[in-house]
């Protein structure tokens, strides 16, 4: 050992520093494959648009309650309930409420639960 | 007796050859990232401009206006709604999508099921092996007789639902 040469040391350890950098570099690299697949299919199985859709029609529903009362809007209601299980496979209720006084303004309570099997939803607003 | 000087050497080339390998073998198989289909990110996406696009046909042009899917539907313009839905989704920068093709149908609820009919006639390339990705659009439609939309009730004010098959032939 002692009469080997022993210059360029520096050089060798640098090579191993650079060897292990690399190292880890390509396993992020390597995990990031998967980070996109499982954003992306996060995204999609979160039904967001549904939802916000939902609520579209929900408040089309409260117009058309407002309009023709509960009776007749019962259709609109059914459609949406009975479209929702078939078409969305999502178990879907709404209802409304009388109007209430919220910080002075006259507004119903309007109840949403969505539960798709996979994300659960409630909410109640005022409209 | 063999000469052992060289041992150390021996035992650093052999260190070294390993990482090389370990190295080399890391980057070139990680440098090429697999983005199968199956990794749902080209789906995400289309999904998201399907949904975007039918929100956009969703809206009146002007307050208490009417929208232009509703339009469509009572006029019964499938094949206009799908060639909009179109070219709303080709609407963008860059090369024109000429591989996006779309299926409209309609679900709405008569007195005893749910019928869903489709509204654009069957596309002729459309294998049914496609990967789709399938948004859907609550519509309110008013009363009144419809004639393409067999057994609806026209009596009262229908909430339907609109559903657009869309894939990448």
Known sequence: ?127 | MVNDTGQLYTMEGVAAGLIMLLTAYIVISTTSIYTTGDTHIPDMQLEQLGSDVLAMMDTPDKERGENQLVGFIKNDQGDDLRDRFLDNCKMRAGDADADLRAQVYLSYRTSDSVNTIPLSPADESFTRRENTVRVTRWVQLPSGSYSHIPNIETSRPHAVLVEVLLWRA
């Open chain 1, 1 to 127: 050992m002692a009469r080997m040469n022993e210059e360029g040391q520096w050089i060798v350890l640098m090579g191993l520093l650079v060897a292990v950098a690399l190292f880890f570099l390509a396993l992020i690299v390597n995990q990031s494959a998967l980070v996109g697949q499982t954003t992306a299919e996060g995204v999609l199985e979160f039904p967001k648009n549904d939802i916000r859709d939902l609520r579209g029609a929900i408040l089309g529903y409260v117009d058309a309650y407002e309009k023709y009362g509960s009776d007749k809007s019962k259709a609109i209601h059914d459609d949406i309930v009975e479209i929702s299980l078939e078409r969305k496979n999502a178990v879907v209720n709404f209802t409304v409420g009388e109007r209430r006084d919220v910080s002075g303004r006259e507004l119903r309570p309007v109840e949403i639960h969505y539960n798709n099997g996979v994300t659960e939803y409630d909410e109640t607003m005022y409209y």
